[in-house]
T-cell receptor, first 112, second 111 residues
Framework: GAVVSQHPSWVICKSGTSVKIECRSL??????MFWYRQFPKQSLMLMAT?????????EQGVEKDKFLINHASLTLSTLTVTSAHPEDSSFYIC????????FGSGTRLTVV | QKEVEQDPGPLSVPEGAIVSLNCTYS??????FMWYRQYSRKGPELLMY????GNKEDGRFTAQVDKSSKYISLFIRDSQPSDSATYLC???????????FGPGTSLSVIP
């Protein structure tokens, strides 16, 4: 089945720094990748949709300059949280539509 | 009105019980319906994937979709402690469209 590998699993960073999260499709080509954020005891909220070779589509209220998404190849999509602040601390998850929507294992970001 | 509504629970049942989880939605354009299981600090795991109305069974899990009522259900038979997790319903309009998630129901199966 389709597998999405997400790294890192967890990261702690200082306020003001940037963090990059990678999602790789291991056995298929992902032209589309969805990026979600999940706060504790809440559901997944879609942040943006990345498409290989074109600009990402951001959901209303998501700052595109803060959450940079790059989908440079058919097997790699990245989310960079720029100038991170403590309120950006959350669980970030990517998903590809293949395999009934396959999810990565998630990245727990803590900004201190 | 939220696009997808789901009782957040928590729901606590004894081992072996039949569990019924439900979601309602407001947009009749949804055609694909999924149920995911999510353990704490993990990504969601697909349990059931159905298209349009009807029933689908896979092992101890049965998914039901009633598009006329905009109501979807997941039944878990012979529930096990390992079924303790958060269950998320998810919907989308087309097969590669963005997925809208329900808020999730927290389930505990007590041995």
């Amino acid at each position: 089945g389709a597998v999405v590998s997400q790294h890192p699993s967890w990261v702690i960073c200082k306020s003001g720094t940037s963090v990059k999260i990678e999602c790789r499709s291991l056995d298929f080509q992902a032209t589309t990748m969805f990026w979600y954020r999940q706060f504790p005891k809440q559901s997944l909220m879609l942040m943006a949709t990345s498409n290989e070779g074109s600009k990402a589509t951001y959901e209303q209220g998501v700052e595109k300059d803060k959450f940079l998404i790059n989908h440079a190849s058919l097997t790699l999509s990245t989310l960079t949280v720029t100038s991170a602040h403590p309120e950006d601390s959350s669980f970030y998850i990517c998903s590809a539509p293949q395999g009934g929507y396959t999810f990565g294992s998630g990245t727990r970001l803590t900004v201190v | 009105q939220k696009e997808v509504e789901q009782d957040p629970g928590p729901l606590s049942v004894p081992e072996g019980a039949i569990v019924s989880l439900n979601c309602t939605y407001s947009n009749s354009a949804f055609q694909y319906f999924m149920w995911y299981r999510q353990y704490s600090r993990k990504g969601p795991e697909l349990l059931m994937y159905t298209y349009s109305s009807g029933n689908k069974e896979d092992g101890r899990f049965t998914a039901q979709v009633d598009k006329s009522s905009k109501y979807i259900s997941l039944f878990i038979r012979d529930s096990q402690p390992s079924d303790s997790a958060t269950y998320l319903c998810a919907l989308c309009r087309t097969s590669y469209d963005k997925v809208i998630f329900g808020p999730g129901t927290s389930l505990s199966v007590i041995p």
